[in-house]
């Protein structure tokens, strides 16, 4: 079992930045998918950037190419989203994801406001 608790959300202004954390309880994080969605109201999930377990590889939706970055910290079981050039439409609930073949554990959420 697997339990993350994400942090770091809030409110900015237009062409701010933020850093999210999740933070993953349980054993063997480095082995686990890690990767970051959102949902905005009115609107289905989506992935905006993952981590692969092994490799340092990476992906992210065309949308945050350039702007968002994904890290992880293995011994610290940690995940980060590093947001910068922050845009209106990315206002959203932010949620953290793990996953391993069939297990899937999602976060809480937070809530990330980009309004001036």
């Known amino acids: 079992q697997v339990q993350l608790v994400e942090s770091g959300g809030g409110l900015v202004q237009p062409g701010g930045s933020l850093r999210l954390s999740c933070a993953a309880s349980?054993?063997?994080?480095?082995?686990?998918?890690m990767s970051w969605y959102r949902q905005a109201p009115g609107k289905a999930r989506e992935l905006v950037a993952a981590s692969t377990s092994a490799g340092g590889g990476t992906n992210y939706a065309d949308s945050v190419k350039g702007r968002f970055t994904i890290s992880r910290d293995n011994d610290k079981n940690t995940v980060y989203l590093q947001m910068n050039s922050l845009k209106p439409e990315d206002t959203a609930v932010y949620y953290c994801?793990?996953?391993?073949?069939?297990?899937?554990?999602w976060g809480q959420g937070t809530q990330v406001t980009v309004s001036s």
């Open positions: 994801n793990a996953r391993l073949i069939f297990e899937v554990y």
């Open positions: 349980g054993r063997a994080f480095s082995s686990y998918v």
